[in-house]
């Protein structure tokens, strides 16, 4: 079956610096990889998605690559800011039966 | 507007009872989900229904039965409730099935069984 696995449960790091998350995934590769944000007490929500056929997807602050070779996502936050404190979640569409399954996170804190 | 919205947000019940939990949409999405969040923050799709249709029941106890009266609502029904049950529950819609489409998630039911 397919796994995803977002290898670090927490990450620190100081205001300003870039932050870096990791998600792999077992078995067939997806066409589609989705990040997502999850605040204490609310549902995650949608931040960035990309297709297998892309190598990086920028927004802003963020961006997302995907190598289908590692069967890896890698999800870049520059120039961090405390607001940017949050759980990341990666998703990944699940074969042909049309749901999506998700990572157990990576909580992200950024310190002044 | 909320675009996803459940109720009640917080659920304190005993072991044996039923409960409910209601989900609405605005976004005019076609799909809708259960998630289940446990103590470990681990997100896992219980049902997903397409324009009313029970597409994907992920082994989940008959316990828990979802009903879709339209489009825009996915209510989660739960007999008999067990200790084990206590968790985050969240809805969410996206306007298509597959990977492609973005989910908007609710904020959350607590449901809380003691």
Redesign the interface.
């Known amino acids: 079956s397919q796994k995803i696995e977002q290898n670090s449960e927490a990450l620190n790091i100081q205001e300003g610096k870039t932050a870096t998350l990791t998600c792999n995934y077992t078995n067939y590769s997806?066409?589609?990889?989705?990040w997502y944000r999850?605040d204490p007490?609310?549902?995650?929500?949608?931040l960035l998605?990309i297709?297998e056929n892309e190598k990086e997807k920028r927004k802003e602050r963020l961006k997302v690559t995907f190598d289908t070779t590692l069967k890896q996502s890698l999800f870049h936050i520059t120039a961090s800011q405390p607001a940017d404190s949050a759980?990341y979640?990666c998703?990944?569409?699940y074969s042909s039966?049309?749901?999506?399954?998700?990572g157990?996170?990576t909580r992200l804190s950024i310190r002044p | 507007d909320t675009a996803v919205s459940q109720t009640p947000k917080y659920l304190v019940t005993q072991m044996g009872n039923d409960k409910s939990i209601k989900c609405e949409q605005n976004l005019g999405h076609d799909t809708m989900y259960w998630y289940k969040q446990d103590s470990k923050k681990f997100l896992k799709i219980m049902f997903s229904y397409n324009n009313k249709e029970l597409i994907i029941n992920e082994t989940v106890p008959n316990r828990f039965s979802p009903k879709s009266p339209d489009k825009a609502h996915l209510n989660l029904h739960i007999n008999s409730l067990e200790l084990g049950d206590s968790a985050v529950y969240f809805c969410a819609s996206s306007q298509e099935m597959r990977g492609l489409s973005e989910q908007y998630f609710g904020p959350g039911t607590r449901l809380t069984v003691t």
């Open positions: 997806p066409a589609y990889l989705q999850q007490g609310r549902g995650p929500v949608f998605l297709r759980t979640l998703a990944l569409e039966a049309s749901k999506i399954i998700f157990s996170g």
